[in-house]
């Protein structure tokens, strides 16, 4: 405050002072730093996805090759004559490396979560920003469209879907794409709301910009924080979707490791072999956590004031 | 209110008709549904005749039509598999998904608004970082593993419950907790921030200011306008309940509309699946329209904007 009141003769000093305080971005980058919750999100999710990529490599054996002589093996830290470091997580029912099966199942957990956030994203994002920048009628229809999704049961109209149309990890993907985008469109409605009375906008409307290069130039980049941390919300539940399609049998069929699957394989052992649920539940739980810990993260990092 | 009452039923009728049009269309996703129904062994006479019971050689209106009609007079089909009316199951079967969605609401109530009044009264301490651990948590636990983990402690380690059927209160102690715990983030985190807005707005501090028991201020003056938005918040999630309990009853084994509906997607009962989708559809309708107005008379700033 200072500085302002300061005379016109120091100005050189000034000048000094203000390029020597950090830039916004600067600011930001020492808020994510500084944040246990993003780094911690950040490291987890980029390691799963690090596995998801190296999956062929890393895994010590093939996740589909069943052996009965070496089914329901422990792993290695159970107090176990059968327990090996050959099958460090143990072996299923049918005698597949349980490992290689967690590792491989990253990758559709990932690809699912991933192509269902974009679709629902951008169906999403386009009636939302919409419905926000031109509102009246505009808003009233999207509205109404948000209203009818949402009092259809989503897991219930998903499942109906996925049997009736056929259960392959494509129509997964597009099930969960086209049922998932309200969230999307609900908070891209309000922030563009927000966004589109500000001078910014007016002065871009005033100088002639055509509606498409001030939705894109002028709104878009205000709004695509609170994008970012919905895509995150969506990406998760989008996951535990795709688990629990699995898990009832309509959704990724056997033999492919989805962890959802995996779960509901290992439910009829439970009693005597928990790891067999214990395992594939946790990894969903430690990818979820991640996810979730990034999108508050980012929300924190780039909308401080917004914490509460 | 009168006006706005109107307007919000106008709009639930609105929705009404447009689930009932996607609900309708669904059956037509498989291509010709007289195939799926009449399964992989049928012969080409099985289906003609099925195509002839349904009313499936009729024009698509034609069906339409007289499916909405019978829905609005209570019929709605009947199911050739369990072979009576898929009303009759479906009312057999609907208070026992209400029984749960009522007490996982219950559970998941009494357990994040007192964490979220607590959260609010002392925010950035140890008790508002545990609120928000389990929140986080809570978030990311699959509500299907978290039950198959709940059944193996204390339905087959400890012995304390029961682990399947819907025969006594006891079973639905799990099951409640289960389907419950996934709404306590949202009620939580919206209880805290009401709560810690309203604590700082001027009429608490008059309130403190003019000597009130810190009990009274906090329950009387504070609670009862933060929980405002909490009501219609429970209310749309208990329709989210009613949708989700589907996952829940099928791991529970309870007799209920999830585990009919489960069952009838397996099965490829079309009718059934179809009136479940309708029935849960208008009940969140009907529960947004009462939360709408239960809102607007709670916070008259509602009704005028």
């Known amino acids: ?308 | 209110m009168l006006i706005y009452a109107l307007k919000r039923l106008s709009i639930a009728l609105l929705v009404a008709i447009t689930v009932s049009l996607i609900t309708f269309s669904m059956i037509y996703l498989s291509g010709d549904p007289a195939i799926a129904l009449a399964g992989e062994t049928a012969t080409q006479q099985d289906i003609e005749n099925i195509r002839k019971v349904y009313g499936y050689d009729q024009p698509i209106i034609v069906q339409y039509l007289s499916w909405l009609g019978g829905a609005l007079t209570g019929n709605l089909g009947h199911s050739h598999y369990l072979k009576s009316e898929v009303s009759e199951v479906i009312f057999q079967r609907l208070p026992v998904t209400m029984t749960l969605g009522a007490s996982a609401l219950g559970f998941a109530l009494a357990l994040s608004i007192p964490l979220g009044v607590l959260a609010a009264m002392r925010p950035n301490t140890l008790v508002d970082r545990f609120a928000l651990t389990i929140a986080v948590v809570g978030q990311a636990l699959p509500s299907f593993w978290f039950a198959l983990i709940m059944i193996f402690f204390f339905g087959v380690s400890l012995r304390w419950l029961p682990i399947t059927g819907s025969s006594s209160w006891l079973n639905f102690v799990m099951p409640s907790i289960a389907l419950g715990y996934y709404v306590t983030p949202a009620v939580m985190r919206l209880t805290r921030a009401g709560m810690i807005e309203v604590l700082s707005s001027d009429y608490i501090r008059t309130a403190r200011a003019k000597g009130l028991r810190p009990v009274v201020v906090l329950f009387k003056h504070a609670l009862r306008n933060a929980i405002i938005p909490v009501v219609s918040l429970s209310a749309v999630q208990f329709g989210f309940m009613l949708g989700g309990s589907i996952v829940i009853e099928t791991i529970f084994a309870i007799n209920g509309l999830g585990q009919l509906a489960w069952e009838s997607i397996l099965r490829a009962d079309l009718p059934m699946m179809q009136a479940i989708v309708l029935v849960l559809s208008c009940f969140y309708i009907v529960l947004t329209f009462l939360a709408d107005l239960l809102n607007a008379f709670l916070d008259p700033r509602i009704r005028v904007s």
């Open chain 1, 1 to 308: 405050m200072s500085d302002t009141t300061a005379k016109p003769d120091q100005s050189p000093v000034i000048a000094e002072r203000i390029i020597d305080e950090p830039s916004p971005g600067e600011r930001a980058r020492k808020r994510m730093f500084s944040h246990a919750g993003f780094m911690f999100g950040m490291f987890v999710l980029l390691t799963i996805i690090a596995i998801a990529f190296l999956a062929p490599l890393i895994a010590p054996h093939d996740p589909l090759d069943q052996q009965l002589a070496r089914k329901l093996i422990p792993p290695v830290w159970h107090d176990h004559a059968k327990a090996t470091w050959v099958h460090p997580l143990g072996t299923d029912q049918f005698g597949r490396d349980y490992l290689s099966r967690l590792i491989h199942g990253s990758q559709i957990s990932l690809l699912i979560g991933f192509a269902a956030m974009l679709i629902s994203g951008v169906i999403g994002t386009a009636i939302g920003v919409a419905a926000g920048y031109f509102g009246g009628r505009v808003d009233m229809v999207v509205n109404f469209i948000i209203t009818t999704r949402l009092s259809l049961p989503v897991v219930l109209v998903a499942l109906a879907v996925v049997s009736l149309v056929g259960n392959s990890l494509t129509i997964v993907i597009w099930v969960l794409g086209l049922l998932i985008w309200d969230r999307f469109a609900v908070v891209m409605r309000s922030t563009t709301q927000q966004v589109r009375n500000l001078d910014y906008v007016a002065a871009a409307q005033a100088i002639g910009c055509s509606t498409t290069r001030i939705i894109f130039t002028e709104i878009m980049p205000n709004i695509v924080n609170n994008l970012i941390v919905v895509a995150t919300i969506e990406m998760a539940h989008a996951i535990i979707l795709e688990a629990a399609l699995s898990f009832l049998g309509l959704g990724v069929q056997p033999p492919a490791p989805s962890w959802g699957l995996m779960i509901a394989e290992g439910k009829n052992h439970m009693l005597f072999d928990p790891w067999l649920v214990g395992i594939p539940g946790t990894a969903l739980f430690i990818l979820i956590l991640s996810i979730n810990l990034l999108g508050d993260g980012i929300r924190d990092v780039t909308a401080p004031e917004n914490r509460n």
